[in-house]
């Protein structure tokens, strides 16, 4: 027989049950707009025949046909896409 976890917390019930996505939507509002802005980039880069990747260190990577752009920013993606004529 097991002797009891002190420590361990209890099962959740209905009341107690906590989510995060809209206990205040002020704390992830920003992140999803990041994220949404980021997938419309993408998909504007990718219908002319360019790739994005989002790198670890906050950065994004453009490339198209072997080369690749490593860019700051979402700003600097925008401007990098519109640059090239994408309507970013």
């Known amino acids: 027989m097991n002797a009891p976890n002190v420590g361990a917390p209890g099962p959740v019930t209905a009341g107690q049950a906590h ?29 002319g025949g360019f790739v994005v990747h989002e790198l670890s260190g906050g950065a994004y990577l453009l490339g198209r046909w072997g080369h690749s752009r490593e860019l700051p920013s979402l700003h600097a993606l925008a401007v990098a896409l519109r640059q090239m004529g994408m309507p970013a």
């Open 19 to 47: 989510d995060v996505t809209t206990a205040d939507p002020g704390i992830l509002a920003p992140q999803l707009d990041e994220r949404k802005e980021f997938a419309r980039l993408q998909a504007t880069a990718a219908r």
